[in-house]
């Protein structure tokens, strides 16, 4: 499959794009993850990006675009990719859309994970994370603790994200309402947009196969 997946943060976009990497092996690619793990290398764009991330701000277009001009051209994303917190502005998205057609590869859909505020503002705030890059399994304290705090597949101590204070939170929301929810009416207009209206991720994960399935 090639798919984006769109939504507020605290969403589901994490925990459905894991889900659906089992369906056909498509990889999952969160722009998140790897610039939590170009922080925790302590590389040149870890730094830069870092002061970005705590604050809950974006980081510049162009260094994302810099980054995923690479990694969609690994040879893991030949089977497929689910594209996880990118684009997230208007000028990524245009960007994305360049390189797919010089890549000569083209999207299934859009899937917008609609989510009530309510909902990730409680997800956000009792979410916790494997602090293994190469895992980064996600839990939550209320529904899904990890034992001993400990993660159940690598072991791993799982850990709040240094972004997820409740300053940062709420700055993420509004940044996603300013930069990210226009999103949605940019891939509706070009006609690839699917909505997903639920609370669950389960069962997101059902109708994106059936949609995929046709
Ligand atoms: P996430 O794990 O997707 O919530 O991303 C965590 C943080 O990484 C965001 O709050 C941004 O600071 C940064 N980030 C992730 N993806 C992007 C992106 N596509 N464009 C700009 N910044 C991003």
């Given at each position: 499959?090639?798919?984006?997946?769109?939504?507020?943060?605290?969403?589901?976009?994490?925990?459905?794009?894991?889900?659906?990497?089992?369906?056909?092996?498509?990889?999952?690619?969160?722009?998140?993850?790897?610039?939590?793990?170009?922080?925790?290398?302590?590389?040149?764009?870890?730094?830069?990006?870092?002061?970005?991330?705590?604050?809950?701000?974006?980081?510049?277009?162009?260094?994302?675009?810099?980054?995923?001009?690479?990694?969609?051209?690994?040879?893991?994303?030949?089977?497929?990719?689910?594209?996880?917190?990118?684009?997230?502005?208007?000028?990524?998205?245009?960007?994305?859309?360049?390189?797919?057609?010089?890549?000569?590869?083209?999207?299934?859909?859009?899937?917008?994970?609609?989510?009530?505020?309510?909902v990730v503002l409680d997800r956000l705030t009792t979410r916790r994370?494997?602090?293994?890059?190469?895992?980064?399994?996600?839990?939550?304290?209320?529904?899904?603790?990890?034992?001993?705090?400990?993660?159940?597949?690598?072991?791993?101590?799982?850990?709040?994200?240094?972004?997820?204070?409740?300053?940062?939170?709420?700055?993420?929301?509004?940044?996603?309402?300013?930069?990210?929810?226009?999103?949605?009416?940019?891939?509706?207009?070009?006609?690839?947009?699917?909505?997903?209206?639920?609370?669950?991720?389960?069962?997101?994960?059902?109708?994106?196969?059936?949609?995929?399935?046709?």
């Amino acid at each position: 499959m090639r798919i984006i997946l769109l939504g507020a943060p605290g969403a589901g976009k994490g925990t459905v794009a894991k889900l659906l990497t089992d369906f056909d092996g498509s990889v999952q690619i969160s722009t998140g993850d790897i610039l939590r793990s170009e922080v925790r290398a302590g590389t040149d764009l870890g730094k830069e990006a870092k002061e970005y991330m705590d604050r809950g701000d974006l980081v510049p277009d162009a260094i994302i675009m810099k980054m995923m001009e690479g990694r969609l051209q690994e040879p893991d994303c030949r089977k497929g990719f689910i594209l996880d917190g990118f684009p997230r502005t208007i000028q990524q998205a245009k960007n994305l859309g360049e390189l797919l057609s010089r890549l000569q590869v083209r999207l299934d859909f859009v899937a917008n994970l609609e989510v009530p505020r309510e909902v990730v503002l409680d997800r956000l705030t009792t979410r916790r994370t494997c602090s293994n890059p190469a895992c980064q399994e996600i839990y939550n304290i209320k529904t899904k603790p990890a034992p001993g705090g400990k993660c159940e597949k690598c072991g791993s101590p799982v850990v709040q994200r240094d972004d997820e204070t409740e300053a940062a939170i709420l700055h993420r929301l509004d940044t996603y309402t300013k930069k990210t929810a226009p999103l949605v009416d940019f891939y509706r207009k070009e006609g690839i947009l699917r909505d997903f209206v639920s609370v669950s991720s389960a069962e997101t994960v059902q109708a994106i196969k059936r949609e995929l399935l046709g």
